[in-house]
């Protein structure tokens, strides 16, 4: 039985966000491939001090993610 893939999204201070994104994407590309998911910026997500990430992968694999963008030192 094939597992579905989900896409939820995660909102980060912008602080938090240049964190996660990093120089020239390179810290968003390590995160994803420690937690087998895709992490896209939302361009169009004008949150004032906030940024928007969706993550789209396994639901296991996409708490991973959650936990390592909300609370892991970068």
Known sequence: VARPRQTVDVVVPVSRASLVVGP?????KRLEKMA????QLDPEYVGGDERRFYIT???EDIEEAKRLIIDRPL
Do not use: A, L, R, Y
């Open 24 to 28: 020239q994407g390179e810290t968003m």
């Open 36 to 39: 087998s998911v895709k992490i």
């Open 57 to 59: 992968g396994f639901p």
